[in-house]
């Protein structure tokens, strides 16, 4: 575990020396299990203890008190097994659990992992068309013909008008119907 710590700590920032976070002068600041078990926080602990003594006047103690104890202390960080994983959520607290295999994925045979060719960014795989452009001496394009259309070409500023002027019909249509349903006091619409 602690040599993937290590690289994901020189992945993470930026090359500094494994095992630690450093400042900007190369001084160490503090041990990654360090670091991870500050992060991890502390617990509370109750503790009981209880006292017994027998003889010619016997007595019996009761001693409870309340303790604090981080959650993983830094060689438990370090001696922590491969197979689990600690996740961080910021204002979440810390939660242990197994890792995943990602080999036991459904999808993995779709990865060079599952014998898939090896991904490479950028080749187009699915494409349906294809365009060339040759050079062509512009004597030689055909003419082509007009096509008359009965569409325009609208801006920003004439769609906007044409939908605020559908909503100031609305909204007259709707005083106009309110007013045809007032009624008289004589219970005839008015």
Do not use: C, W
Not at 70 to 92: K, S
Not at 166 to 178: M, N, R, V, Y
């Amino acid at each position: 575990m602690e040599s993937r710590i290590h690289r994901e700590v020189y992945v993470r920032f930026g090359g500094e020396e494994v095992g630690d976070l450093l400042s900007q002068d190369g001084k160490a600041l503090i041990s990654l299990a360090y670091y991870v078990s500050e992060l991890l926080g502390k617990e509370t602990l109750d503790t009981n203890t209880f006292g017994k003594s027998t003889g010619r006047n016997g007595n019996y103690s009761t001693n409870y008190q309340q303790t604090g104890r981080e959650l993983l202390t830094p060689d438990e960080v370090r001696m922590m097994d491969n197979i689990y994983a600690l996740l961080f959520i910021r204002g979440e607290r810390p939660i242990q659990d197994f890792k995943f295999d990602i080999l036991k994925h459904p999808n993995v045979a779709l990865t060079a992992d599952g014998k898939a060719d090896v991904y490479k960014h950028g080749e187009i795989t699915n494409s349906v068309a294809t365009i060339s452009i040759e050079k062509i001496a512009l004597g030689d394009v055909p003419d082509m013909e007009t096509i008359e259309t009965d569409y325009e070409l609208l801006s920003d500023e004439d769609i906007e008008q044409i939908f605020e002027n559908i909503k100031e019909e609305k909204q007259d249509g709707k005083s106009e119907k309110q007013k045809g349903n007032k009624q008289a006091p004589d219970g005839k619409k008015g």
